[in-house]
Nanobody, 117 residues
Framework: QVQLVESGGGLVQPGGSLRLSCASSGRPLNPYGVAWYRQTPEKLRDFVAHITGNGIAEYAESVKGRFTISRDSAKNMVYLQMDSLKPEDTAIYYC???????????WGQGAQVTVSS
Protein backbone atom coordinates (compact mmCIF):
# COMPACT_ATOMS: atom_id res chain seq x y z
CA GLN A 1 0.00 0.00 0.00
CA VAL A 2 1.33 3.37 -1.03
CA GLN A 3 1.53 6.01 1.67
CA LEU A 4 2.54 9.63 1.09
CA VAL A 5 3.59 11.71 4.06
CA GLU A 6 3.99 15.48 4.05
CA SER A 7 6.13 17.38 6.53
CA GLY A 8 7.44 20.89 7.05
CA GLY A 9 4.25 22.86 7.48
CA GLY A 10 3.79 25.47 10.16
CA LEU A 11 3.20 29.11 10.99
CA VAL A 12 5.20 31.79 9.20
CA GLN A 13 4.95 35.56 8.85
CA PRO A 14 4.10 37.17 5.52
CA GLY A 15 7.20 37.33 3.36
CA GLY A 16 8.70 34.29 5.03
CA SER A 17 9.61 30.87 3.71
CA LEU A 18 8.76 27.24 4.36
CA ARG A 19 9.80 24.01 2.72
CA LEU A 20 7.38 21.12 2.48
CA SER A 21 8.63 17.59 2.00
CA CYS A 22 6.84 14.56 0.58
CA ALA A 23 8.02 11.05 1.34
CA SER A 24 6.62 7.79 0.02
CA SER A 25 6.45 4.30 1.41
CA GLY A 26 5.16 1.23 -0.38
CA ARG A 27 6.32 2.50 -3.78
CA PRO A 28 9.15 4.86 -4.74
CA LEU A 29 8.24 8.31 -6.01
CA ASN A 30 10.44 7.64 -9.03
CA PRO A 31 9.66 7.51 -11.94
CA TYR A 32 6.24 8.98 -11.26
CA GLY A 33 5.06 12.54 -11.40
CA VAL A 34 4.36 14.30 -8.12
CA ALA A 35 2.05 17.23 -7.58
CA TRP A 36 1.19 19.55 -4.72
CA TYR A 37 -2.35 20.75 -4.15
CA ARG A 38 -3.79 22.97 -1.45
CA GLN A 39 -7.20 23.36 0.10
CA THR A 40 -8.97 25.87 2.32
CA PRO A 41 -12.39 25.45 3.93
CA GLU A 42 -13.88 27.84 1.38
CA LYS A 43 -12.41 26.35 -1.77
CA LEU A 44 -11.91 23.13 -3.63
CA ARG A 45 -8.51 21.50 -3.68
CA ASP A 46 -6.40 23.63 -6.02
CA PHE A 47 -3.35 22.68 -8.06
CA VAL A 48 -0.12 24.29 -6.88
CA ALA A 49 2.81 22.64 -8.66
CA HIS A 50 3.84 19.49 -10.49
CA ILE A 51 7.08 17.79 -11.38
CA THR A 52 7.45 14.97 -13.89
CA GLY A 53 9.59 11.90 -13.42
CA ASN A 54 12.38 13.53 -15.38
CA GLY A 55 12.18 16.83 -13.53
CA ILE A 56 10.02 19.11 -15.66
CA ALA A 57 8.11 21.49 -13.42
CA GLU A 58 4.96 23.53 -13.81
CA TYR A 59 3.18 25.91 -11.47
CA ALA A 60 -0.11 27.59 -10.82
CA GLU A 61 -0.02 31.25 -11.82
CA SER A 62 -0.64 32.31 -8.23
CA VAL A 63 2.64 30.78 -7.02
CA LYS A 64 4.85 31.13 -10.08
CA GLY A 65 8.11 32.86 -9.18
CA ARG A 66 7.62 32.23 -5.45
CA PHE A 67 7.39 28.44 -5.14
CA THR A 68 9.84 25.84 -6.40
CA ILE A 69 9.15 22.13 -6.72
CA SER A 70 12.08 19.74 -6.80
CA ARG A 71 12.86 16.09 -6.33
CA ASP A 72 15.76 14.13 -4.86
CA SER A 73 15.66 10.70 -6.43
CA ALA A 74 18.38 9.30 -4.20
CA LYS A 75 16.37 10.19 -1.10
CA ASN A 76 12.98 9.36 -2.65
CA MET A 77 11.73 12.82 -1.71
CA VAL A 78 9.91 15.70 -3.37
CA TYR A 79 10.04 19.21 -1.97
CA LEU A 80 8.04 22.40 -2.29
CA GLN A 81 10.10 25.46 -1.42
CA MET A 82 7.73 28.33 -0.68
CA ASP A 83 9.17 31.85 -0.55
CA SER A 84 7.59 35.29 -0.24
CA LEU A 85 4.60 33.70 1.42
CA LYS A 86 1.32 35.60 1.55
CA PRO A 87 -1.67 35.22 3.85
CA GLU A 88 -3.64 33.83 0.90
CA ASP A 89 -1.20 30.91 0.75
CA THR A 90 -2.68 29.67 4.02
CA ALA A 91 -4.09 26.20 3.36
CA ILE A 92 -3.62 22.50 3.91
CA TYR A 93 -1.05 21.30 1.37
CA TYR A 94 -1.31 17.80 -0.06
CA CYS A 95 1.27 15.68 -1.83
CA UNK A 96 -0.13 13.69 -4.76
CA UNK A 97 1.51 10.99 -6.85
CA UNK A 98 0.87 7.94 -9.01
CA UNK A 99 1.16 6.55 -12.52
CA UNK A 100 -1.50 8.67 -14.28
CA UNK A 101 -2.31 12.31 -13.64
CA UNK A 102 -2.24 14.86 -12.19
CA UNK A 103 -4.27 14.49 -10.17
CA UNK A 104 -2.90 11.07 -9.27
CA UNK A 105 -4.45 8.28 -7.30
CA UNK A 106 -2.39 8.60 -4.10
CA TRP A 107 -2.70 11.47 -1.60
CA GLY A 108 -0.94 12.35 1.60
CA GLN A 109 -2.72 13.36 4.78
CA GLY A 110 -1.90 17.04 4.32
CA ALA A 111 0.29 19.63 6.04
CA GLN A 112 -1.06 22.87 7.44
CA VAL A 113 0.61 26.07 6.28
CA THR A 114 -0.46 29.26 7.99
CA VAL A 115 0.84 32.65 6.89
CA SER A 116 -0.03 35.29 9.45
CA SER A 117 1.52 38.13 11.37
Amino acid sequence: QVQLVESGGGLVQPGGSLRLSCASSGRPLNPYGVAWYRQTPEKLRDFVAHITGNGIAEYAESVKGRFTISRDSAKNMVYLQMDSLKPEDTAIYYCNSGPFGPPYVNWGQGAQVTVSS
